[in-house]
């Protein structure tokens, strides 16, 4: 197989706002994407002196299919294996709703307080075929939640764009810093 493009797409880029399709046969050229998605995801990590590349939608890299990674340890960045959703779907919110930061690798340098549910229940596919069920609880439930929302079209700056007080950006010295919004994301291309 040869190894494809696995640049990430960012925003004003208005592929990243398209329904991804499910995927039907895991065949290897699905297997490839996901494989491109792991290359994308560990580029952009080790080209950020703060991040971590905790998970990554085959639409960031300009796939419109129904498939995320998720980081295996967010503890360790030099664990860098990654689990493989494939048609994921939440089955079930639970808990209460909860704000929290977000950063996403396709919304250069912003970050955002998304109110988001606590915990939720998922079903997806794996990499071999079979079904799994997963419970997440706090940061996994919020990656999970944003990432079904980018299979989805739909960007964590959505939850919050009627927010003036929820946006961030991170400063070199890796702390997040308020944005001024009127200055700098109401007059951006973020959702346009």
Same mark, same amino acid.
Not at 107 to 132: C, L
Not at 139 to 149: S, T
Not at 156 to 181: C, H, T, V, W
């Given at each position: ?6 640049? @990430?797409?960012?925003?004003? +880029? *208005? ?31 080790? &080209? ?10 085959? =639409? ?7 498939? %995320? ?6 503890? +360790? $960045?030099?664990?860098?294996?990654? /689990?493989?959703?494939? *048609? ?6 639970? !808990?209460?709703? =909860? ?6 690798? &396709? =919304? ?11 915990? =939720? ?16 609880? !706090? ?8 990432? @079904? ?11 919050? $764009?009627? +927010?003036?007080?929820?946006?961030? &950006? ?17 007059? /951006? /291309?973020? %959702?346009?």
């Amino acid at each position: 197989m040869t190894t494809r493009d696995n640049k @990430i797409i960012a925003l004003p +880029n *208005n592929h990243l706002r398209h329904r991804s399709q499910k995927v039907g046969l895991i065949t290897d050229d699905i297997r490839q994407i996901i494989e491109d998605m792991k290359a994308a995801t560990l580029t952009w990590e080790d &080209s950020r002196k703060y991040e971590l590349g905790v998970a990554l939608s085959a =639409v960031q890299i300009d796939k419109l299919y129904r498939i %995320f990674i998720l980081r295996e340890d967010l503890e +360790n $960045k030099q664990n860098r294996t990654f /689990s493989i959703f494939i *048609n994921p779907v939440i089955t079930k919110y639970e !808990g209460k709703i =909860v704000e929290d930061f977000e950063g996403c690798l &396709s =919304v250069k340098d912003i970050y955002g307080r998304v109110p988001r549910f606590e915990q =939720v229940r998922i079903k997806a596919t794996d990499i071999n075929g079979h079904e799994f069920r997963l419970t997440a609880q !706090g940061f996994i439930a919020r990656v999970l939640q944003h990432e @079904i929302d980018h299979i989805n079209g739909k960007l964590f700056i959505d939850q919050i $764009k009627d +927010n003036p007080e929820a946006f961030f &950006s991170l400063g070199s010295d890796g702390k997040l810093n308020e944005i001024d919004y009127e200055k700098v994301i109401k007059k /951006s /291309s973020l %959702f346009r």
